[in-house]
């Protein structure tokens, strides 16, 4: 696993979820997912987590600028 995964995941448990489910886990594992100059599109069923994979996403993109001490756009 990724070290971008990894941190994703410890993400997710701190707000309380247990474990992310398996349509989060290909996303998250895909390496693409982190190329923030690619658009990204997830499909899935109703309550597959598509919104927590969003949020996540967006957590560890401000992160990462503010770790860089750049302004989040």
Known sequence: MTKEY?????????????????LQQKVF?????????KWLMVVGATSSGKTLVALLVYFYHLRCKKKEGKPFR
Not at 6 to 22: N, P
Not at 29 to 37: G, I, Y
Request: charged share 35%.
């Open 6 to 22: 990894e941190q994703i995941r410890s993400e997710a448990v701190r707000l309380g979820y247990q474990e992310l489910t398996k």
């Open 29 to 37: 594992q895909n390496e693409d997912t982190f190329d923030f100059s």
